[in-house]
């Protein structure tokens, strides 16, 4: 089984920076694709970026593309989203996701392709 584990999170002015970390456990977890997503109060839970399992493929939505980066360092079981000029509108819960079967099923958009998830850290930013 994997677990996932999000910290990084907090309360930072508008412009300001975060990183968040996603701590893994389990087998396997370097073949995985990993993805953040996040969900702002009374919203959908949305997409933020994906990473595949070497690290050399990256996708974000247009919301945060050249703001926000994704990496993951395989040797210690973690991903990471650096979170730059950050806007109120990037208030939310963040949650990381591992996917198992990257090249078959739903888009990596989509909530329901990812096999496991973390519970969550929230970020604020202030205006």
């Known amino acids: 089984q994997v677990q996932l584990v999000e910290s990084g999170g907090g309360l930072v002015q508008a412009g300001g920076s975060l990183r968040l970390s996603c701590a893994a456990s389990?087998?396997?977890?370097?073949?995985?694709?990993m993805g953040w997503f996040r969900q702002a109060p009374g919203k959908e839970r949305e997409f933020v970026a994906v990473i595949n399992w070497s690290g050399g493929s990256t996708y974000y939505t247009d919301s945060v593309k050249g703001r926000f980066t994704i990496s993951r360092d395989n040797a210690k079981n973690t991903v990471y989203l650096q979170m730059n000029s950050l806007k109120p509108e990037d208030t939310a819960v963040y949650y990381c996701a591992a996917d198992r079967n990257p090249y078959s099923g739903a888009s990596y958009t989509n909530t329901k392709k990812y096999d496991y998830w973390g519970q969550g850290t929230q970020v604020t930013v202030s205006s």
């Open positions: 389990g087998r396997l977890f370097s073949s995985y694709a």
